[in-house]
């Protein structure tokens, strides 16, 4: 919120407003017509600008516009003793909370958010049934999406307020690709990790990459940590991705069906649908994504610039919620309890003990082993932009994007690094001090400030 020339009810020659031309925060008080001293006084906050506000509006009722009876009072008295006298018969406190919570009110309280039913949704979701929207002021239903494209769809069309999505989808979204052209935003990161390459049971005596050429696999959607990763795996071994194997795009939902049914070999999937293959007995885990690129990001809350921008104390309040969500999921002590609320049939309809294999991180594999991993899911919100620059050299790699790329600017448009570390600060967390770093992906590092470089790097490509 910002507040111009509201004056200092102690001092008349102070204002409220930053001088003309500077940005810095520190310049919300002090004498007018003296210069940035941003480097030695602190900035003041919003509530001490609202506190401050509010004093201002009542020394002002009281001697209304009298500008001398009021300066002759203060002088009298001093500000010090005015301050106390304010505090003593005014409701300071009260009236600072009601008018925050006036100007702070969401603008729209009834929100319709997809998900689709993952555990990678796990904070969207979540927040439902143990009240984080609610926390906020925020009634909302979440509302079970058969697949991605249904829940770009949707939101494209207003009927989502927001959505979980998977880390590319703003992207493409933003830029037009796969459908019509809408800038989208992505302020959090839902989880990283959190999904794994699965074969059919038949296909225990092939390990090797190398023996998969004619096979047959599933991702969710074109637009998909799971196909870039998928993509980049069997190109490190040698197979080309268009040529060499077929990729399908089939729902989460239906990948065990397909998988039963011979439709296919095997796929690169978000859980619950990787540990129920197990659970079934028709497949098995051949490898986690974070083997391929530990802490890479999967799924996100997204929703439309427009929204955003219209309806700033929502978006504000909805990011709050998910943020919270997101960090309470993060905490080991709290996967049992997310399992018992998520497994329900109005969210992933799954046995418990599927979902508890899967957040917790100790689960069978389907081949006769009980592992270990803690972070086979993990929850953090922060949006590196510098992940966005890799998931764009991916895109152009296998020519989903043509042309020159303004990485960097895309990235920040998307990926809205600041307002998830307003967040967390808000929330008593601190988020990384920089939104780029490099990243290692199957031991080879990816230097986000050189994307092109990256890109021409790789034997198999299209471009």
Request: charged share 20%; aromatic share 8%.
């Given at each position: 919120m910002?507040?111009?020339?509201?004056?200092?009810?102690?001092?008349?020659?102070?204002?409220l407003s930053?001088?003309?031309?500077?940005?810095?925060?520190?310049?919300?008080?002090r004498?007018?017509?003296t210069?940035?001293?941003?480097?030695?006084?602190?900035?003041?906050t919003?509530?001490?600008?609202?506190e401050?506000a509010?004093k201002?509006?009542?020394?002002?009722?009281?001697?209304?516009h009298?500008?001398?009876?009021?300066?002759a009072?203060?002088?009298l008295?001093?500000?010090?003793t005015?301050?106390?006298?304010?505090?003593?018969?005014f409701?300071?406190e009260?009236?600072?909370?009601?008018l925050?919570?006036?100007?702070?009110?969401?603008e729209?309280?009834k929100?319709?958010i997809g998900?689709?039913?993952i555990?990678?949704?796990?904070?969207?979701?979540?927040?439902?049934?143990?009240?984080?929207y609610?926390?906020y002021?925020?009634?909302?239903?979440?509302?079970?999406?058969?697949?991605?494209?249904?829940?770009r769809?949707?939101?494209?069309a207003?009927e989502y307020?927001a959505?979980?999505?998977?880390?590319?989808m703003?992207l493409?979204?933003?830029?037009?690709?796969?459908?019509?052209a809408k800038?989208f935003v992505?302020?959090?990161?839902e989880?990283i990790?959190g999904?794994?390459?699965?074969?059919?049971?038949?296909?225990q005596?092939?390990?090797?990459p190398k023996?998969?050429k004619?096979f047959?696999?599933?991702v969710?959607?074109d637009?998909?940590?799971?196909?870039?990763?998928?993509?980049y795996?069997?190109?490190e071994?040698?197979?080309?991705?268009d040529?060499d194997i077929?990729?399908?795009?089939?729902?989460?939902?239906?990948?065990?069906?397909?998988?039963?049914?011979?439709n296919l070999?095997?796929?690169?999937?978000?859980?619950?649908?990787?540990?129920?293959?197990?659970?079934?007995?028709?497949?098995f885990i051949?490898l986690?994504?974070?083997e391929?690129?530990?802490?890479?990001?999967?799924?996100?809350f997204?929703?439309?610039?427009?929204?955003a921008?219209?309806?700033?104390?929502t978006?504000?309040?909805?990011?709050?919620a998910?943020?919270?969500?997101?960090?309470?999921?993060?905490?080991?002590?709290?996967r049992?309890?997310i399992?018992?609320a998520?497994?329900?049939k109005?969210?992933?309809n799954?046995?418990v003990?599927?979902?508890?294999q899967?957040?917790t991180g100790?689960?069978?594999?389907?081949?006769?082993?009980?592992?270990?991993?803690p972070?086979?899911?993990?929850?953090?919100p922060f949006?590196?932009?510098?992940?966005?620059v890799w998931i764009l050299t991916?895109?152009?790699?296998?020519?989903?994007?043509k042309?020159?790329?303004?990485y960097?600017r895309?990235?920040?448009?998307?990926y809205?690094?600041a307002?998830?570390?307003?967040?967390?600060?808000?929330?008593?967390?601190?988020?990384p001090?920089k939104?780029?770093?490099?990243?290692t992906?199957?031991?080879k590092e990816?230097?986000?400030s050189?994307?092109?470089?990256y890109i021409q790097?790789f034997k198999i490509?299209?471009?």
């Open positions: 910002t507040f111009k020339s509201l004056g200092d009810p102690y001092n008349p020659d102070i204002t930053h001088t003309a031309g500077c940005s810095c925060s520190a310049c919300a008080s004498p007018a017509g210069s940035c001293t941003s480097e030695t006084e602190p900035a003041l919003s509530d001490a600008i609202m401050r509010i201002s509006a009542v020394v002002r009722e009281v001697f209304g009298n500008e001398f009876s009021r300066r009072f203060l002088g008295i001093g500000g010090g005015a301050a106390a006298i304010l505090a003593s018969l409701p300071m009260q009236a600072k909370a009601a925050l919570d006036k100007l702070g009110k969401p729209k309280a929100l319709s998900f689709v039913p555990t990678c949704a796990t904070p969207i979701i979540m927040a439902h049934p143990l009240g984080f609610s926390k002021g925020l009634d909302v239903d979440v509302i079970k999406t058969a697949g991605w494209a249904v829940a769809d949707k939101s494209l207003k307020d959505s979980h999505m998977l880390a590319p703003p493409a979204m933003s830029l037009g690709i796969g459908s019509s800038p992505m302020p959090a990161v989880n990790n999904q794994a390459i699965v074969l059919r049971m038949d296909h005596d092939k390990r090797d023996q998969w004619g047959k696999f599933g969710p959607f637009y998909s940590m799971h196909n870039f990763l998928l993509r795996y069997v190109a071994h040698g197979l080309d991705p040529t077929q990729i399908r795009v089939v729902p989460p939902p239906e990948m065990v069906a397909n998988l039963r049914a011979g070999d095997g796929y690169l999937s978000p859980d619950p649908f990787n540990q129920r293959a197990v659970w079934e007995k028709v497949g051949h986690l994504t974070k391929i690129w530990d802490g890479h990001p999967c799924c996100a997204a929703c439309s610039k427009q929204f921008t219209e309806h700033p104390n978006y504000g309040a909805l990011l709050k998910i943020v919270d969500a997101t960090q309470y999921s993060a905490k080991p002590q709290n049992a309890q399992a018992e998520i497994a329900p109005n969210y992933l799954q046995p003990p599927v979902i508890e899967v957040l100790r689960y069978a594999d389907g081949l006769g082993n009980v592992r270990d991993e972070n086979r899911i993990d929850f953090d949006p590196w932009q510098s992940m966005a991916q895109m152009k790699r296998w020519g989903y994007i042309g020159d790329l303004d960097q895309i990235a920040e448009e998307v809205l690094a307002d998830a570390g307003k967040m967390m600060k808000e929330l008593g967390y601190t988020p001090g939104a780029y770093k490099n990243h992906i199957m031991g990816f230097d986000y050189k994307p092109e470089q790097s490509r299209r471009t």
